[in-house]
């Protein structure tokens, strides 16, 4: 049996899809951060059957929920403090993402005014369909 150690204060992203965990750790910079990473793969899990776990030992405030909840909003954020969890937190698909994605038509303002903000706003929230605030261009999946 794996044993990764309790954490005194950050949060733990669980039941993240199995796979998915290294590019949740590249999307939210965490190879920029100084403080302990831990990444658990595929873990077994009765709900999920499989799953990834990532825990964080610094504040909730150096990740961007948004980015998280566009990635997968069916993870669970555990807030931890003095290794007890003190909150639970559920993402939703956030309505719109600031410079995350990037507007892949060649024609779009955004290619053209690089300093322009890349912003997409999330038009079907059953097919989980983002389009470009300016040219709206659909965006395609991760």
């Given amino acids: 049996m794996l044993n990764v150690g309790s954490l005194k204060e950050g949060f733990v992203l669980d039941h993240i899809q199995a796979g998915k965990s290294m590019d949740i ?32 030992e610094c504040s909730l405030d150096v990740i961007n929920l948004d980015i998280l909840g566009y990635i997968d909003h069916n993870i669970t954020v555990n807030i931890i403090h003095d290794r007890s969890i003190v909150e639970k937190k559920q993402l939703m698909l956030p309505k719109t993402i600031k410079n995350v994605l990037k507007c892949k038509n060649p024609r779009c303002i955004t290619s053209i005014e690089q300093e ?17 605030r300016y040219c709206e261009e659909k965006y395609s999946n991760l």
Avoid: H, P, W
Avoid at 117 to 132: A, G, H, N, S, V
């Fill in 25 to 56: 750790y590249n999307y939210l910079g965490l190879d920029k951060l100084d403080c302990q990473v831990a990444i658990i793969k595929n873990a077994k899990s009765n709900k999920m059957g499989r799953k990834d776990i990532i825990k964080i």
């Fill in 116 to 132: 322009l903000d890349q912003i997409f706003i999330l038009t079907d929230k059953t097919k989980e369909i983002y389009r470009c």
